[in-house]
C-alpha cells in the first residue's frame, strides 16, 4: 500500500458558546472532570484567550462590567500519514500551523477557512418531547409557525422563517476578521486560490421580513464571527444568544406557551460546516477534511461531568455501527468481544468520577453522597467484587427492560423521550461488566493522537442520554447517517459530520439557497447544510434551558407514571449542564459547605409548586436574565477577595440573580414531591 497524506480537522465537532460580552475565552480541550496531569484542576474548564493551555479562573468569566463572556471554538488542522485505510486510533498527528514543514518537505504558507452558519429553527419541525426521534419514524413532526403557509421547502415560509447569514471565508495569514451578520457581505473560495464575494447570496435575518419586532436583549443581526490566532487556526464565535419574537394582530409580543415550539419566536444559536484549504510554499494547495460548528447554550458547569456525555452516545453510535473498534465489538454477530480489555482510567473511572460530580449541580441525600463517594474511590486495585459496584447491581442495564425502574439503580435522573429514567450507553455497560468480572486493565488504555483527543473533549464536555431535545445537540448526534460513513477509506477519521456540498451559484437575493435540510430514519445520506443540528432545539432556547430543572417521570412518558416510584417524586432533568442546587462560593467559610441554593433564585423564581423551584416563573425572564446565572467551576480557580478554596469542592461563583446570603426558596433533599395533580371531576 502506498502512503499519502491527509489533512484533518480537530474537533471534528466543536461548540462556541453565548455570552453578552463582546470578549471571549475558549471553549475546553481537556475533558470533563478527569484528573489533568502535573496539576490538582480537573479537566472542562474553559481556557484563557491568547493562551495555549491556561485555564481561567473565577475573575475570567465576565468582563469588568460583568457581561458573560462568550467561549470561541478553537479548530485545528493535523495531518497524518496513511498507509492503506484509516484506524482508529490513529495515535499520532502533526499540528499545521502557518510556516509548519512537513515530512515531504512542503511548507505552509497559508490556509483559507471557510465556514457557513445559520439557524432553522422557525422553518422546520416542532419538537415532540415525548417521541425524540422516533417523531420522525414514517413520517414527519407538525411544522413550526404552521399558520406561515407553505410547504416545508417554500420560498415564502423559508423567506420569512429561516435565519441565514451565508458563507465567509479568511485567510488566515492575511489575519482576516469576518462577521456573520446582516451587513457583511458573503464570500466563499473563489478561482486559483481567491476569496470571491457573493453579492447576490440571499442573506436573511428576521428583521428582513418583519417590520417589527419585540427585542428584549436587542435585535438578532449576526449568528457569530470567524478569525484566527496567530498560528492560524480557527476561532468562532458565537452570537449573543438573543431571542426575539413577533407581535399579535394586537400589538403585544406573542406569549411564549411552551419550552420548546414558540410560534413567532427567533434565536440565534446557529450551526454550520468548516472548511479550510491549506496552501503551501510551491504553490500547491490541499483541501482538508472539514468539521462542524455549534453555537449555542453557555456552559454553566463546565467541570461536572455527564454520566452520558455527547462522546458516550457518539462513541456507541461509531462502535456500534460504522466499525470503529472491530476488536472490541462486531457488528456481524452483534456482539461485544469476550476478550476485550477496557482501561480503568480511560474506560470505568470516568463513569465512577461523574457520578460523584453530581452532588455539586444536585440536592441529593445523604445516602446517596456516601454512595457516590464510595463509588468514586474505587481504583484499578481494588477488587470489583468487594466494591460498592460489586455485580453492577446498582446499575440500571441498557440490555434490559429497566429504564422505568427508579430507585435503587442508577442513573436516578430523567432518561431519553419515552422512557422514565437514564441509562448508560450499551458500550459504557459492557466495558464496566469486563471491568466487574476483573476483565480489564490497569494502565491507560488505548493512546489516542492530540487530534483525536481534542474530539473526544469536546463531546465528553456536552450532555449526553437525555435528548428532550438536549442542550448542545440532539438526538441527531446518534445518526449514523450524518456521518461520513467511508472514514477508513477516505482517511478522514470517524465522528466527522459530513458536508453537503454547498455551491454558490446562480445565487438570486429573492430565492433561499437552503432548504429545510437533512431529517432523521429517512435514509437521507447526503449530508447536513448550514442549520441542521440546532434547528432540532427548542425555540427560543432559554425557555427549554430553564424548564429542564426538575420534573416528574410522566412528563417522558405522554403525561402517565410508568416508573416504580410514586407519581409526584421529582427527578433531575439534566443536572451536569443544567445545574439546579449549588453551593455559593462567597459563603463557603474555611472550606465548610453552606446550606445549598437554587441556581436559578431571587425575585421573580418564587415556586408555590416544588416542580417549579429552581426556575424563572415567567419565561420572559429566561430570556432577559440567563446571563446572570452562576457558573461553577472547582475550588482551586475561585478567586474570590485572597481565600484558598480547596480543589475538592465545586462551588458556584459570579451569580448577579442574588447576593451572598439572600433569602430564597429553601432547598429540600431528595426525594422530594409535586404538588399532587388535581383530580379530575367525573
Same mark, same amino acid.
Given at each position: 500500500?502506498?502512503?499519502?497524506?491527509?489533512?484533518?480537522?480537530?474537533?471534528?465537532?466543536?461548540?462556541?458558546?453565548?455570552?453578552?460580552?463582546?470578549?471571549?475565552?475558549?471553549?475546553?480541550?481537556?475533558?470533563?472532570?478527569?484528573?489533568?496531569?502535573?496539576?490538582?484542576?480537573?479537566?472542562?474548564?474553559?481556557?484563557?484567550?491568547?493562551?495555549?493551555?491556561?485555564?481561567?479562573?473565577?475573575?475570567?468569566?465576565?468582563?469588568?462590567?460583568?457581561?458573560?463572556?462568550?467561549?470561541?471554538?478553537?479548530?485545528?488542522?493535523?495531518?497524518?500519514?496513511?498507509?492503506?485505510?484509516?484506524?482508529?486510533?490513529?495515535?499520532?498527528?502533526?499540528?499545521?500551523?502557518?510556516?509548519?514543514?512537513?515530512?515531504?518537505?512542503?511548507?505552509?504558507?497559508?490556509?483559507?477557512?471557510?465556514?457557513?452558519?445559520?439557524?432553522?429553527?422557525?422553518?422546520?419541525?416542532?419538537?415532540?418531547?415525548?417521541?425524540?426521534?422516533?417523531?420522525?419514524?414514517?413520517?414527519?413532526?407538525?411544522?413550526?409557525?404552521?399558520?406561515?403557509?407553505?410547504?416545508?421547502?417554500?420560498?415564502?415560509?423559508?423567506?420569512?422563517?429561516?435565519?441565514?447569514?451565508?458563507?465567509?471565508?479568511?485567510?488566515?495569514?492575511?489575519?482576516?476578521?469576518?462577521?456573520?451578520?446582516?451587513?457583511?457581505?458573503?464570500?466563499?473560495?473563489?478561482?486559483?486560490?481567491?476569496?470571491?464575494?457573493?453579492?447576490?447570496?440571499?442573506?436573511?435575518?428576521?428583521?428582513?421580513?418583519?417590520?417589527?419586532?419585540?427585542?428584549?436583549?436587542?435585535?438578532?443581526?449576526?449568528?457569530?464571527?470567524?478569525?484566527?490566532?496567530?498560528?492560524?487556526?480557527?476561532?468562532?464565535?458565537? &452570537? *449573543?444568544?438573543? #431571542?426575539? /419574537?413577533?407581535?399579535?394582530?394586537? +400589538?403585544? $409580543?406573542?406569549?411564549?406557551?411552551?419550552?420548546? %415550539?414558540?410560534?413567532?419566536?427567533?434565536?440565534?444559536?446557529?450551526?454550520?460546516?468548516?472548511?479550510?484549504?491549506?496552501?503551501?510554499?510551491?504553490? &500547491? *494547495?490541499?483541501? #482538508?477534511? /472539514?468539521?462542524?460548528?455549534?453555537? +449555542?447554550? $453557555?456552559?454553566?458547569?463546565?467541570?461536572?461531568? %455527564?454520566?452520558?456525555?455527547?462522546?458516550?452516545?457518539?462513541?456507541?453510535?461509531?462502535?456500534?455501527?460504522?466499525?470503529?473498534?472491530?476488536?472490541?465489538?462486531?457488528?456481524?454477530?452483534?456482539?461485544?468481544?469476550?476478550?476485550?480489555?477496557?482501561?480503568?482510567?480511560?474506560?470505568?473511572?470516568?463513569?465512577?468520577?461523574?457520578?460523584?460530580?453530581?452532588?455539586?449541580?444536585?440536592?441529593?441525600?445523604?445516602?446517596?453522597?456516601?454512595?457516590?463517594?464510595?463509588?468514586?474511590?474505587?481504583?484499578?486495585?481494588?477488587?470489583?467484587?468487594?466494591?460498592?459496584?460489586?455485580?453492577?447491581?446498582?446499575?440500571?442495564?441498557?440490555?434490559?427492560?429497566?429504564?422505568?425502574?427508579?430507585?435503587?439503580?442508577?442513573?436516578?435522573?430523567?432518561?431519553?423521550?419515552?422512557?422514565?429514567?437514564?441509562?448508560?450507553?450499551?458500550?459504557?455497560?459492557?466495558?464496566?461488566?469486563?471491568?466487574?468480572?476483573?476483565?480489564?486493565?490497569?494502565?491507560?488504555?488505548?493512546?489516542?493522537?492530540?487530534?483525536?483527543?481534542?474530539?473526544?473533549?469536546?463531546?465528553?464536555?456536552?450532555?449526553?442520554?437525555?435528548?428532550?431535545?438536549?442542550?448542545?445537540?440532539?438526538?441527531?448526534?446518534?445518526?449514523?447517517?450524518?456521518?461520513?460513513?467511508?472514514?477508513?477509506?477516505?482517511?478522514?477519521?470517524?465522528?466527522?459530520?459530513?458536508?453537503?456540498?454547498?455551491?454558490?451559484?446562480?445565487?438570486?437575493?429573492?430565492?433561499?439557497?437552503?432548504?429545510?435540510?437533512?431529517?432523521?430514519?429517512?435514509?437521507?445520506?447526503?449530508?447536513?447544510?448550514?442549520?441542521?443540528?440546532?434547528?432540532?432545539?427548542?425555540?427560543?432556547?432559554?425557555?427549554?434551558?430553564?424548564?429542564?430543572?426538575?420534573?416528574?417521570?410522566?412528563?417522558?412518558?405522554?403525561?402517565?407514571?410508568?416508573?416504580?416510584?410514586?407519581?409526584?417524586?421529582?427527578?433531575?432533568?439534566?443536572?451536569?449542564?443544567?445545574?439546579?442546587?449549588?453551593?455559593?462560593?462567597?459563603?463557603?467559610?474555611?472550606?465548610?459547605?453552606?446550606?445549598?441554593?437554587?441556581?436559578?433564585?431571587?425575585?421573580?423564581?418564587?415556586?408555590?409548586?416544588?416542580?417549579?423551584?429552581?426556575?424563572?416563573?415567567?419565561?420572559?425572564?429566561?430570556?432577559?436574565?440567563?446571563?446572570?446565572?452562576?457558573?461553577?467551576?472547582?475550588?482551586?480557580?475561585?478567586?474570590?477577595?485572597?481565600?484558598?478554596?480547596?480543589?475538592?469542592?465545586?462551588?458556584?461563583?459570579?451569580?448577579?440573580?442574588?447576593?451572598?446570603?439572600?433569602?430564597?426558596?429553601?432547598?429540600?433533599?431528595?426525594?422530594?414531591?409535586?404538588?399532587?395533580?388535581?383530580?379530575?371531576?367525573?
Amino acid at each position: 500500500m502506498n502512503k499519502k497524506t491527509v489533512f484533518r480537522v480537530h474537533p471534528t465537532i466543536n461548540f462556541a458558546r453565548f455570552g453578552t460580552s463582546d470578549e471571549y475565552i475558549l471553549s475546553p480541550e481537556t475533558s470533563a472532570g478527569l484528573p489533568q496531569p502535573g496539576t490538582d484542576v480537573t479537566g472542562g474548564l474553559p481556557i484563557k484567550a491568547g493562551t495555549e493551555n491556561t485555564p481561567v479562573t473565577s475573575k475570567d468569566l465576565r468582563d469588568k462590567d460583568g457581561f458573560l463572556k462568550k467561549q470561541a471554538a478553537r479548530f485545528r488542522i493535523y495531518a497524518y500519514d496513511i498507509e492503506g485505510e484509516a484506524t482508529y486510533p490513529g495515535g499520532d498527528g502533526i499540528e499545521v500551523t502557518i510556516g509548519t514543514k512537513l515530512p515531504d518537505g512542503r511548507v505552509v504558507s497559508d490556509l483559507i477557512w471557510t465556514s457557513h452558519l445559520a439557524n432553522k429553527k422557525a422553518a422546520v419541525y416542532n419538537v415532540v418531547n415525548n417521541k425524540g426521534i422516533e417523531a420522525y419514524n414514517q413520517a414527519v413532526p407538525q411544522m413550526r409557525n404552521p399558520e406561515t403557509h407553505g410547504d416545508i421547502d417554500s420560498a415564502y415560509r423559508l423567506n420569512r422563517l429561516m435565519i441565514d447569514a451565508g458563507p465567509r471565508t479568511i485567510s488566515a495569514l492575511s489575519g482576516e476578521h469576518a462577521k456573520f451578520d446582516d451587513n457583511t457581505i458573503p464570500t466563499c473560495p473563489g478561482h486559483k486560490e481567491t476569496i470571491k464575494e457573493l453579492l447576490d447570496y440571499p442573506v436573511r435575518f428576521p428583521a428582513d421580513y418583519n417590520d417589527e419586532l419585540f427585542e428584549p436583549n436587542g435585535p438578532i443581526n449576526t449568528l457569530g464571527e470567524m478569525f484566527t490566532d496567530d498560528k492560524g487556526r480557527l476561532l468562532m464565535l458565537s &452570537s *449573543s444568544g438573543n #431571542a426575539v /419574537g413577533q407581535y399579535d394582530e394586537y +400589538g403585544v $409580543p406573542i406569549q411564549m406557551t411552551g419550552d420548546l %415550539n414558540n410560534v413567532g419566536w427567533f434565536d440565534s444559536a446557529a450551526d454550520g460546516p468548516v472548511s479550510v484549504r491549506v496552501r503551501f510554499e510551491d504553490g &500547491s *494547495s490541499e483541501e #482538508a477534511f /472539514g468539521a462542524w460548528v455549534v453555537c +449555542g447554550d $453557555p456552559a454553566y458547569a463546565p467541570q461536572i461531568r %455527564n454520566v452520558v456525555s455527547v462522546w458516550d452516545d457518539v462513541y456507541n453510535l461509531f462502535v456500534r455501527k460504522l466499525d470503529l473498534q472491530p476488536e472490541l465489538y462486531d457488528r456481524q454477530s452483534d456482539q461485544y468481544s469476550p476478550d476485550y480489555r477496557p482501561s480503568f482510567s480511560q474506560d470505568i473511572k470516568p463513569v465512577f468520577t461523574a457520578s460523584a460530580l453530581q452532588k455539586w449541580t444536585a440536592n441529593l441525600p445523604e445516602m446517596a453522597l456516601r454512595a457516590h463517594a464510595a463509588v468514586d474511590a474505587i481504583n484499578e486495585h481494588d477488587n470489583p467484587n468487594e466494591t460498592i459496584m460489586a455485580a453492577l447491581n446498582f446499575l440500571r442495564n441498557p440490555f434490559k427492560e429497566e429504564t422505568n425502574i427508579g430507585a435503587p439503580l442508577m442513573p436516578l435522573s430523567l432518561g431519553a423521550a419515552g422512557t422514565s429514567f437514564l441509562t448508560v450507553t450499551k458500550t459504557q455497560y459492557f466495558l464496566l461488566e469486563q471491568w466487574s468480572k476483573h476483565l480489564y486493565q490497569k494502565n491507560d488504555g488505548i493512546k489516542l493522537g492530540p487530534g483525536e483527543f481534542l474530539d473526544m473533549a469536546s463531546l465528553s464536555n456536552c450532555l449526553g442520554g437525555r435528548y428532550v431535545p438536549g442542550i448542545e445537540v440532539s438526538y441527531t448526534v446518534t445518526c449514523a447517517d450524518i456521518y461520513m460513513q467511508d472514514w477508513k477509506k477516505t482517511g478522514s477519521g470517524p465522528f466527522r459530520i459530513k458536508h453537503f456540498p454547498l455551491k454558490y451559484k446562480n445565487l438570486n437575493k429573492e430565492i433561499p439557497f437552503l432548504k429545510s435540510g437533512w431529517i432523521p430514519l429517512h435514509n437521507q445520506t447526503d449530508g447536513l447544510e448550514p442549520g441542521d443540528v440546532s434547528k432540532f432545539m427548542a425555540i427560543p432556547w432559554q425557555t427549554d434551558y430553564n424548564s429542564c430543572s426538575i420534573h416528574a417521570t410522566a412528563i417522558n412518558t405522554d403525561g402517565v407514571n410508568e416508573s416504580n416510584g410514586a407519581e409526584t417524586t421529582l427527578y433531575w432533568s439534566w443536572p451536569s449542564q443544567r445545574p439546579d442546587a449549588v453551593y455559593v462560593a462567597e459563603e463557603v467559610v474555611n472550606n465548610v459547605l453552606p446550606k445549598q441554593q437554587w441556581s436559578i433564585r431571587g425575585p421573580g423564581t418564587y415556586a408555590i409548586n416544588p416542580a417549579s423551584a429552581a426556575t424563572f416563573q415567567d419565561p420572559l425572564d429566561s430570556v432577559t436574565n440567563w446571563d446572570k446565572i452562576g457558573i461553577i467551576i472547582q475550588g482551586s480557580n475561585v478567586d474570590i477577595d485572597d481565600n484558598e478554596f480547596s480543589p475538592d469542592l465545586y462551588l458556584e461563583v459570579e451569580s448577579q440573580l442574588t447576593r451572598p446570603g439572600d433569602a430564597s426558596d429553601p432547598v429540600a433533599q431528595w426525594p422530594f414531591n409535586a404538588n399532587p395533580p388535581k383530580k379530575r371531576s367525573k
